[in-house]
């Protein structure tokens, strides 16, 4: 808010260069808790460690897997931790007994993992084959239906064999709906508790979904494809009176309906309404990670190459590119952006998880007006004396009040000496004058008092006293 008050055109201060990073294993994925305290990693040896953003150290570890760990996911209190990982097993992790909950076998190899804002229920995405929706209390697991569009134009039909085909899924923020990404571009939006189609939305070009991300607040979906195109959209909530379909309702629906290139397959006003497209026109790199900012107005995606670290910022609203972070020769395995704060932590292929940071810089005029900023360095001209070692600032304060009482003294005296003769050679003089008079004039009296008085002033000084002598 004082960033707006201050410069209303000026844009929100992003990352820039690395500030630290934290190395304790071979890390593969990375997930913040709600508050971005702490930032959980899962690791290629089966553990995951549990690192505090304040203090830069380790807070906790587990080791619930066997194979590298591919997907973590928080719960919303941020008790609770689930995993994922290639040993084709998911587990419920309660940190604050530092004891595993749940722990249940899949059929396949656990690429990506969601947790029901209720943590009793997870979705498990594989390599190959549907996802699931796994129930730790009943200890059950249902497959999500799939529906795939074969061909484009006239010749798009629903296929039937579903075994090889390749899909992440998620929860909403609410845990009611479920978001797929199907690997023949499509999206589907299914009920959670029914599993039953509520729309099926078109990618444009029918490019294969590789993730997928929500924002914090649930509102925009981000979604990376094979086609180097990452594609942010508007989530619009199904209304209660939408139909809603079963997998064989769905392909008959498809097959008799009017295919089109992209939005919706089975509604004139799709759940999810394309907003932004980003991608790289010189490269052309597929991207390994994509990620919202904490405000939501930027968005940031790392780039497959093998030997470079580099991450691509742009503005959620206009679409434009900000930024570019370059960091070390080493791949990018996943990125996040911090809920809270401009900071963002990237895994890359050498296990390290580096945390990028704006460059602060101090604003010293908001601390003294006298203070100048420069734009560049200044040559400065050293005095002869500046860095001499001097007495204290109170001694030399007191020597110089007492030379100046000693002068002040000695130019009193010297007065009061030169007065003094004055009025002694007047005295002599009237003395002589008053020589054969009987009578004194007053006035002549009053002048010897004067003299008598200087006198006097002569003699204290001649004794030490002149400092306390009035005149």
């Not at 990404?181 to 939305?201: E, M, P, R, W, Y």
């Not at 200044?378 to 109170?394: C, H, L, M, Q, S």
């Not at 009061?416 to 054969?436: E, P």
Request: hydrophobic letters at 40%.
């Amino acid at each position: 808010m004082n960033r707006i008050l201050l410069d209303p055109f000026q844009s929100v201060e992003l990352p820039e260069t690395i500030e630290e990073f934290l190395d304790d294993g071979v890390a593969q994925c990375i997930a913040f808790n709600r508050r971005g305290t702490l930032l959980a990693a899962g690791c290629a040896d089966g553990q995951v460690v549990i690192w505090d953003i304040e203090t830069r150290g380790v807070a906790q570890r587990c080791a619930p897997h066997s194979m590298p760990v591919t997907s973590v996911a928080w719960s919303k209190d941020g008790r609770m931790l689930l995993s994922g990982s290639l040993d084709k097993c998911i587990c419920l992790w309660d940190l604050q007994q530092n004891i595993q909950e749940h722990q249940m076998k899949l059929d396949g190899a656990v690429v990506h993992v969601s947790l029901h804002p209720e943590p009793s229920k997870c979705i498990a995405s594989f390599a190959v084959g549907p996802p699931v929706v796994a129930d730790f209390a009943t200890d059950t697991v249902k497959p999500l239906p799939t529906v795939v569009m074969e061909g484009e134009g006239k010749n798009s039909k629903p296929a039937g064999n579903h075994s090889m085909m390749t899909a992440v899924a998620l929860y909403d923020k609410a845990g009611d709906l479920i978001y797929m990404g199907q690997s023949k571009g499509t999206i589907a939006v299914l009920d959670s508790v029914s599993l039953k189609f509520l729309d099926v939305v078109k990618v444009p070009g029918g490019s294969r979904i590789v993730s997928m991300v929500l924002n914090r607040r649930g509102t925009r979906l981000l979604v990376n494809c094979y086609d180097r195109v990452v594609r942010l959209y508007e989530t619009c909530q199904p209304g209660k009176r939408r139909r809603s379909y079963t997998a064989a309702d769905l392909k008959n629906r498809l097959m008799s309906a009017k295919v089109t290139k992209q939005g919706s397959l089975v509604h004139e006003d799709a759940s999810l309404k394309l907003l932004r497209e980003f991608r790289n026109e010189v490269e052309r790199w597929q991207w390994r990670g994509v990620a919202f900012s904490n405000d939501d107005e930027h968005v940031i995606g790392a780039s497959n190459a093998k030997n470079e670290h580099i991450m691509y910022v742009w503005n959620a609203v206009v679409g434009n590119l900000e930024r570019i972070l370059e960091g070390p020769k080493e791949g990018a395995l996943d990125l996040l952006w911090h809920p809270l704060r401009s900071c963002v932590a990237s895994v890359s292929t050498t296990g390290k998880i580096y945390l990028w940071a704006p460059i602060y810089r101090e604003n010293w005029s908001a601390f003294a007006p006298d203070f100048e900023e420069l734009e560049e360095n200044r040559e400065y001209v050293e005095r002869e004396d500046e860095f001499d070692i001097n007495e204290r600032e109170e001694d030399r304060l007191a020597a110089a009040a007492a030379a100046n009482a000693a002068d002040l003294s000695s130019q009193l005296q010297h007065n009061i000496k030169r007065q003094a003769k004055r009025s002694h050679a007047v005295m002599t003089d009237l003395q002589h004058s008053m020589r054969g008079f009987s009578s004194i004039n007053p006035a002549l009296l009053f002048l010897r008092y004067q003299v008598s008085e200087q006198e006097w002033a002569l003699d204290a000084v001649c004794a030490g006293g002149a400092g306390e002598v009035e005149l």
